[in-house]
């Protein structure tokens, strides 16, 4: 009963886990500059890795290798806003523009309006 | 460079001192030293005093380390005025390095060469017990950085009293030992197998090595007894309510993109955080980084600039609940209850130019 239980546990997590790394990759190759794609990039280090550790914490069990996913995950936790911090400020230091929407407040399907030029990034 | 100047030092009538202070036992005689030999040389002398400010002086924390520049900016000025006696002494006293970033000894070497380069300094003196700032064990000391940028200096020939050491930072050194110690052990511990005899004792020989080694750089403001450990308390309460608006915003963003027409709002806003600069301004920078849908992109003293993707996600962010909990882990429970960054206007949205 209980490894039934802890195996559908399995699967619902890495599924969610894929679903969300899934909707990254989508987003990245959806969103128009490279502001928005440091946003959905962290959503495969947040929830993706999340639930894929979560499910390999359930997997093992109460066992020394379940501390070991957590300290992963509070590590991934650190590192990820620190890495994509960096590409976003070097991205404005480097003079890329973001594409913004001219009015915040009555925007819908803006998106292809704005800036053209990306900036130098050699 | 200013190497220069140094060999008229002699000739001209009016010779320019600096003197680099720092709380050290030796300060005293330093400051004695150079006034003497000094007036040795020229009729008249121009004394600089500087204390250069540690990198992290700007955290409200560090407002000790000003008033301890003050301070003994004015106990030198009083030291060589009564050293001078009734010779032609001018006194210049100056605090550098404020608005830079002062890390290692050769950052200090680097400062004190342009400040001599500035004010035509003739001859440079230096306490032997000068300790600028964050000196690990790790670094080079000043005396080489200061050697290979070509400032001549000279040494005090001070006495040092047989213990060395500052009295007032022995507490904070061991507080600083043995956070170090058992945070290393901690984690050596929990990599390892804490029943296990063997990795108990290669862990206390490791943790000993790395707090002994690293305690100086982990740390940089001094560590607080009583609150620290609550704010690692405090942070693990945190973490929850972080998952949480994790999960949330994750959601919210993967609507939007998996939607067909991706109603996408991309909008820059800059948010003033009434948290100090430092680890909390960090803890909240990062807080909104992994929150999906926004995305700091600088950071300078308490101002945030925030790329925000969806309009849901602006809101949150100016409705500072991130910044509450970064104010709740740091300060309490009390702290934790301020308006939020729109209701003190302290948030707007700004277009591209301003970064």
Redesign the interface.
Known sequence: MIETLQFWAVVALLGLGVF?TF?ST??VL????I??R???A??TD??GA?FALAAVAVAFGWQ?AT??SV?LLFFV??T???A??AI??S??ET?V?????ED?DD?????TTA?ESEGEIQ | MSTDGHQEGAAVAVERLLVPLSDTVTVRQTVGYAVQTGLEDADSLECHLVVAMPYDADVPESDRYRDDAENLLSRARSWVEEDAGTADVTIETATIGVDEYLFGPRDYAEIFDAYAADHEIDRVVIDPEYQPGVTAQLLQPLERELERIGLTYEEAPVERPARRGRLVGETEDFDRLFAMFWISYGFYLVLGDPTYWFDLLTGAAVAGIVAVSLAQVTFTVPLDRVQSPIRVVRFAIYVPYLLWEIIKANIAVSAVILRPSMPIDPSLSRVNSRVRSGLPLTALANSITLTPGTLTVRATNQELLVHSLIPDAREDLFDGGLERGIRFVFYGRDAAAIPSPRERDDAEIVGGEEL
Not at chain 1, 107 to 111: F, S
């Open positions: 969300f909707v989508v987003g959806r969103l128009p500059d502001y928005a440091a946003h959905t962290s959503q947040t929830l999340g020394q501390v070991y300290l936790f650190i990820n806003p620190t994509a911090h976003a400020r991205a404005a003079g523009e973001p594409l913004l929407t915040p925007a819908d399907d803006d998106a800036v």
